[in-house]
């Protein structure tokens, strides 16, 4: 376990666990949006992590977003800087190789719903209650929550929570696929580490090439991501992980990943 003042790390298994922490609400700051990136970072380059979960600390709050502290007093370096630390962070969340997945155990609210948005799945506590409320403020979300909020939920319901400042219970964001799940109050993060752990019998380089084949989707194309799909298809068969997990099923054993 690696502990400091922004985030909790802990391994479990193929999981490695990040708690936001920075009470009482969990906000982000500079340290910890940059923290986020380069731990993102590492983990992507250790080969024996598959997934990644993220919650916040305490029963309250699993984040609310950016301290508006920080742009009382209008000063415009302040907000370029602190876009890129969110924009970076939050960009380098959604290009992790395996899968990601948000544990959202309370108030989640701007920059902490967009992490969650970064994040390839959310499961969400029946208590937790989130929202975009940046244009509340005289801001817009600016990690990502435009695009990726539209991207899960549609245009109707992206602009109701963000041009209408609409706050929406756990219920209602699993209805409109914000979330994909809702569990009980104390129940977001070992439901998120047993999903976690499906993805470890899967082959990671799959994985990763499923996953940016999926995220494609909606950028690019069908008459490019459809020949994308079958050039990365017949590209597994360089990997390891090709061969172990076709013979492992014909021999009716588990197989062991080398995740190359």
Known sequence: ??????????????TAILTLNNPPANTWTADSLQLLKQTVIKLNQNNDIYALV?????????????D???????????AASMAKHF?????????????????INGYTMGGGLEVALACDLR??????????PEATVGLLPCAGGTQNLTALVGE??????????????????????????????????????????????????????????????????????????RELFVGLFDTDDQAEGVNAFLQKRAPTWKNC
């Open 87 to 103: 924009g970076e962070a939050f960009e380098a969340l959604s290009a992790f190789r395996g899968v990601s997945i948000a544990a």
């Open 123 to 132: 499961i969400a506590e029946a208590q937790a209650q989130m929202a975009l």
């Open 156 to 229: 109707g319901w992206a602009k109701r929570m963000i041009l209408c400042g609409d706050r929406i219970d756990a219920a209602k964001a699993e209805k409109i696929g914000l979330v994909e799940e809702v569990v009980e109050k104390g129940q977001a993060l070992d439901a998120a580490v047993a999903l976690a752990a499906k993805v470890a019998k899967q082959s990671p380089s799959s994985v990763s090439v499923c996953k940016t084949l999926i995220n494609a989707g909606r950028t690019m194309p069908r008459s490019q991501a459809l020949p994308l799909e």
């Open 1 to 14: 376990m690696t502990t400091n003042t922004a985030i909790i790390e802990h391994i479990i298994g193929h």
């Open 68 to 78: 508006l502290n920080l742009f009382a007093d209008g000063d415009k370096g302040t």
């Open 54 to 66: 993220i919650t916040g600390q305490g029963e309250k709050f699993f984040s609310a977003g950016a």
